[in-house]
């Protein structure tokens, strides 16, 4: 075969198997985010196992490579990838649905390697195998710019799915669509593989990227090993820290999870392409900068605000990561120990990945790992340049500095607060603010940035509803406006419990929450619910699957309140989710959808939804200028009957919804966050 021709062979198999191995990764993601209400960490969860899988599958390409001859890797190769096409097509079982009182990190761990597993841990096997087998040949000169060439694949492949494949492709569809091309690749693969076999009698070739080729065949020691474990581990640890702090803040969608992974993979693509991209006289300051950038931004006005902390953030990575990624391309072995070199690549990285996803929401009470992996960093940088002149002292302080305003964002998180949890959905903080007047002393509730509410101290105003839930609110109007019977209602989002006092005798309010610790603090805490003369049910699990699930609930009003701030969780405002809530209403029932976000316009999203299904919706929008316990609301009310939202009170307070062009009703499948930014 022709030298032009093998090396297509072999770039194409690479180039494959890395856009499908990062295409699938958001792909499954979006599978399975409603099932675990829409949280940000299900893609952390993702990234862990996705990490692990590769750590496997680079393992297993550094055993077979040495341990077996070529055609014996061959003859293995060709069974697993046929066996892995018992996994098609990937599409999660509704079995996996969880019922609630489940580890939802064990659930996710459990349901990818059910899914993907098989087919994920071979097309992660396909580069340094194939490297390896490129080596061997005459043709594996510069072997190692088919590592950048891999990375490049799985950066198209991540840019490519929110711009041409999310927006115009069912999820369902997406996965048959992968399963083909999952398909095609085993066949490419089996090809590359026995060419690999019929080679296999021809020695390894000595050529290499570095310069001087004796020195680059020595052996790696004991300090090449350790940096690369430890400079991937704090890329990996600084690319789920950092788009942790993003996604809070905004919404769990692939593209907040794409953009900082495709800054990361670019580095890689840089970095190993060739030795022109990194210029240590530039990145080695830029690095420093960004380092203590990064660690001001870790002060609330500085973090919260997503216009601010997302370019800071996404320009510190990128220049990190070419920090690390750089100098373990300095560092790269001679062909011979290439397999060895990127296991101990794929260890660090899933190292990194596995304390930030795993262990930081058991051991940290807040988000507190992006300020330690900057103060790693730092540290890092300083073992990386201690033969340098002032390199061990200038790293020292750089992370001197940045523990300092790590200890500045601890001190404000704890300062005055009484409870501070962490669990896979997140921070929550509760605390008291006083005022001169004790009977403005109110205790809070925080889950991250976002207030979920509030209640006054003194027992006389106990049960004076706060916040978001005023009576001249949506919900406040609602309530008042639903029939004076007995009333059932419906609440998906407890927060603080604050529309628990709205319950009278004979009423019933149950309560959807996802989060348990969000219904300790409610209990511990606050005292809206044990003061309401209504009956509180509560239901552990995410509010839509449950719903599905239960009979009809006849509910007079449903407030649906999981949109203020955080991860906005998009399978509770679809179509899809208005045709479960309707199966629970009255005929004459108003849902009441929470819509004030500080990033979103998220009440024309609910109108198109209810014009597309018939119904009738109207905007409240409440300045509550007259009570200084209040905020600022806005509330769509959607309901069957017009009747019910014509009532004065509430014809009074509505005001017309700001058309959004273009918008059209959102699905499970087609959705887009980015529409509808304020």
């Known amino acids: 075969m022709k030298a032009g021709y093998v090396k297509l062979l072999f770039a194409g198999t690479i180039f494959t198997s890395a856009f499908l191995l990062f295409l699938v990764q958001p792909l499954i993601a979006k599978q399975i985010l409603p099932w675990f209400g829409g949280s940000a960490a299900v893609w952390s969860i993702c990234m862990v196992f996705f990490q692990v899988v590769l750590l496997a599958g680079y393992a297993y390409s550094d055993a077979v490579t040495r341990r077996l001859s070529v055609r014996m890797q061959a003859r293995l190769h060709v069974s697993l990838l046929l066996v892995s096409l018992a996994f098609l097509p990937i599409v999660t079982h509704a079995r996996w649905k969880p019922a609630g009182s489940e580890d939802p990190t064990l659930w996710i761990l459990g349901l990818l390697l059910g899914t993907i597993g098989l087919p994920y841990f071979l097309l992660s096997t396909t580069g340094p195998l194939v490297q390896s087998w490129l080596a061997r040949t005459p043709f594996g000169a510069q072997v190692y710019r088919y590592f950048s060439l891999s990375n490049l694949a799985s950066l198209a492949s991540l840019l490519s799915y929110p711009v041409l494949i999310e927006p115009h492709s069912p999820l369902l569809r997406q996965a048959q669509g992968w399963s083909w091309a999952y398909a095609a690749f085993v066949l490419l693969c089996i090809g590359t593989t026995l060419y690999a076999a019929r080679q296999g009698a021809v020695a390894p070739a000595v050529a290499t990227l570095q310069p001087d080729a004796a020195a680059a065949a020595k ?25 942790n702090h993003i996604t809070q803040n905004v919404a769990a969608i692939p593209f907040l999870w794409v953009l900082p992974l495709s800054v990361y993979l670019l580095t890689f693509v840089l970095c190993f392409e060739s030795d022109r991209w990194y210029r240590r006289a530039f990145f080695l300051p830029a690095t420093a900068a960004m380092l203590v950038l990064c660690a001001f931004g870790l002060q609330d006005s500085i973090g919260s605000d997503v216009k601010t902390a997302l370019p800071i953030y996404v320009v510190g990575l990128f220049v990190l990561c070419m920090f690390f990624h750089g100098e373990m391309s300095r560092m790269r072995p001679a062909p011979r120990y290439l397999t060895r070199f990127y ?10 990945g596995v304390t930030v996803g795993l262990v930081a929401p058991h051991v940290l009470p807040a988000y507190y ?3 330690v992996g900057l103060v790693l960093s730092a540290l890092a940088g300083a073992a990386v340049l201690r033969g340098r002149r002032f390199g061990l002292a200038g790293g020292m302080a750089l992370a001197a500095c940045c523990a300092v305003f790590l200890a500045l964002q601890v001190r404000s998180d704890t300062t005055d607060a009484r409870e501070m949890t962490r669990n896979f959905y997140g921070t929550l903080i509760t605390l008291d603010t006083r005022h001169d007047d004790p009977a403005q002393n109110v205790r809070q509730m925080y889950h991250g940035s976002v207030k979920h509410g509030e209640q006054f101290l003194a027992p006389a105003r106990r049960r004076e509803p706060t916040s978001y839930y005023g009576a001249s609110s949506g919900i406040g109007l609602a309530l008042a406006e639903a029939p004076q019977g007995p009333r059932r209602v419906g609440l998906i989002g407890l927060g603080a419990g604050t529309l628990a006092v709205y319950g ?8 959807y929450e996802i989060n348990p610790q969000v219904f300790a603090l409610a209990d511990s805490e606050f005292s ?38 955080d991860s906005v969780p998009i399978h509770l405002i679809t179509a899809e989710a208005m045709t479960a809530y309707l199966r629970h209403m009255k005929p004459d029932g108003v849902i009441a959808f929470h819509v004030t976000n500080r990033f979103l316009a998220l009440a024309p999203v609910v109108e198109k939804i209810a014009q597309a299904q018939g119904l009738h919706a109207v905007l409240v929008h409440d300045e509550a200028a007259h009570n200084d316990a209040l905020r600022r609301t806005d509330w769509v009310l959607v309901a069957r009957n017009p009747q019910s939202l014509a009532r004065e009170s509430i014809r009074r307070a509505s005001v017309a919804v700001t058309p959004i062009e273009g918008l059209q009703p959102w699905t499970d499948d087609f959705n887009n966050l980015f529409g509808v930014l304020k």
Do not use: C, N
């Open 219 to 243: 052996p790696p020691g004991s300090s090449d090993y350790l940096l690369w474990l430890g400079l991937p581990a704090l890329g990996s640890w600084l690319l789920l820290a950092i788009t």
């Open 504 to 511: 009278r005798a004979g009423d019933l309010y149950r309560v």
């Open 343 to 352: 296991l101990m690549l794929s260890l660090g990285g899933a190292i990194g």
């Open 369 to 371: 790992e992006l300020g």
């Open 528 to 565: 809206f619910l044990d003061d309401s003369a209504a009956k509180i049910e509560r239901v552990l699990g995410d509010a839509r699957l449950a719903l599905e699930r239960e009979e009809p609930q006849a509910f007079d009003v449903l407030a649906v309140d999981a949109f203020s701030g």
